[in-house]
């Protein structure tokens, strides 16, 4: 079993929609969650994070944590094609800033 | 006003060579990180550094040696290039010490070793 899973997609969204991107992880002791939005070729921009469970929003996204059920989700309100790009979910372990990635998931907004 | 700096951006070497890459911040951060990132994009930590003193040592090969001479730089030396070290390298940091996790990562250096 991956530490952090997620789906690679593509995930296809109209502009103007809500993309919906989803993360799963095995370590129940994890305590930070964070999102970082990755364009081809460039390096990881943090885009939220989030340490409690329930929602956090921020502009356009809100980022959703549920320990219970070891997932974490990023929702991205009136997509636009500026969005189109690969987000990374990673989560800290207990008592350790060591970030465990998942694989990615795409997001194409397309007109 | 960059705040992680990494240099080079491209690296392009052959087999057996030794390189080195650089990297600093200006964010008043405490901990720094060297990732890689391989060809299924996958980003994998290696090392991290607190103050100076190294605290995540993940199994990387020992041809692999970072040096902080103090918590503003972190540099990555590599021995004996391989095809497989081909990959691109990000370097990040945080305050981990203030229980800040966030990590801010640099524009990477990709690696080509031929």
């Known amino acids: 079993q991956k530490e952090v899973e997620q789906n690679s997609g593509p995930l296809s969204v109209p502009e103007g929609a809500i993309a919906s991107l989803n993360c799963t992880y095995s370590?129940?002791?994890?305590?930070?969650f964070f999102w970082y939005r990755q364009y081809s070729g460039k390096s990881p921009e943090l885009i939220m994070f989030i340490y409690s469970n329930g929602d956090k929003e921020d502009g356009r996204f809100t980022a959703q944590l549920n320990k219970a059920s070891q997932y974490v989700s990023l929702l991205i309100r009136d997509s636009q094609p500026s969005d189109s790009a690969t987000y990374l979910c990673a989560v800290t372990g207990q008592n350790t800033d060591k970030l465990i990635f998942g694989t990615g998931t795409r997001l194409q907004v397309f007109p | 006003d960059t705040a992680v700096s990494q240099t080079p951006k491209y690296l392009v070497t052959q087999m057996g060579n030794d390189k080195s890459i650089k990297c600093e911040q200006n964010?008043?951060?405490?901990?720094m990180y060297w990732y890689k990132q391989d060809s299924k994009k996958f980003l994998k930590i290696m090392f991290s550094?607190?103050?100076?003193?190294?605290?995540i040592n993940e199994t990387v090969p020992n041809r692999f040696s970072p040096k902080s001479p103090d918590k503003a730089h972190l540099n990555l030396h590599i021995n004996s290039l391989e095809l497989g070290d081909s990959a691109v390298y990000f370097c990040a940091s945080s305050a981990a010490n203030r229980g800040e996790n966030e990590q801010y990562f640099g524009p990477g250096t990709r690696l080509t070793v031929t």
């Open positions: 550094y607190n103050n100076k003193e190294l605290i």
């Open positions: 370590d129940r002791g994890s305590q930070s």
């Open positions: 964010l008043g951060h405490d901990t």
